[in-house]
């Protein structure tokens, strides 16, 4: 099959295309590597993908993209992934992750593509959890606290929307807090790649606030097997993607500690962020139901993966 996937020089991007890869597609990365890195790529692009450096907002380098390699199924990954910068300045994150989404999905409709898969995000789109019923369904109202979340949840509608009008099929993955090997510090997960670093080189973590915030980590190999499983099925809206479990800030360095033989990992405090979310966590029941996934990598394992890979 030929598959493309934008950002795919990225954390993620750059893991799904190795699982495409190996299970024999023929692959084409579009990524400006503004962020991602095309080190990322490097076995990939000796197995054979292709690499087009190309920014998304750029439409008519998008559209030439894919008229020349036509693929059937595009992953689209590339966003602006920095909370605090979509803050700062709204119009470049939304000219990103609404406006490069755009481009993308005119490009895949003009090129006849089968299937577009959207990475999105759950807690970024679902806000503060502390004072609601967790896990979170879809169902949940959204109310991102970033122009981020704000932002992904307009590209939901988009790939909504040229369903409706093209017959574009589409799904959009509403991802928990990612983490594995390759990972960006700049994400929201990116706390376990900057405390990976630390206790690996002997040094310690900040928290911020006291540390009880919780998250839904999902290891990146139980994500890219969500994309390819939304990528074999023709249903659409918007699934869930997370363990359902919440983890603390605590309990991260606690088992990283634990994994490197730190006793003396403790944590330095520092005063909590403005507009941080509390606690969050995601029902990822639609995805077991629709698409016969579930995690499968617990906290533990993941942790001693990534750290492995430091």
Partial sequence: ??????????FIGSNLVDSLIARGDEVTVLDDLSTG???NLENALESGARLAEVDVRDGAAVGAVLAETRPELVFHLAAQIDVRKSVEDPFFDAA????????????ARATDVRRVVFIST???????????????????????LSGYGQSKFAAEGYLGLFERLHGLSGMSLRLG???GPRQDPLGEAGVVAIFCGLVKNGGLPTVYGDGTQTRDYIYVGDVVAAALAAGATRLGGSVNIGTGR???????????AKLAGREDFEPKFAPARAGEVQRISLDASLAERELGWAPQTTLEQGLELTLAAV
């Fill in 37 to 39: 890195r095309r080190s």
């Fill in 1 to 10: 099959m030929k598959s493309l996937v934008t950002g795919g020089a990225g």
């Fill in 122 to 144: 759950g807690g970024a789109l679902y806000g503060e959890g502390a004072d609601k019923e967790l896990p979170l369904p879809e169902s949940t109202p959204i109310a991102p």
């Fill in 246 to 256: 919440e983890a603390s800030v605590l309990e991260i360095v606690d088992v990283l």
């Fill in 96 to 107: 990103v992750n609404v406006g490069g989404t755009a481009n993308v999905l005119e490009a």
């Fill in 177 to 179: 807090n990612v983490y």
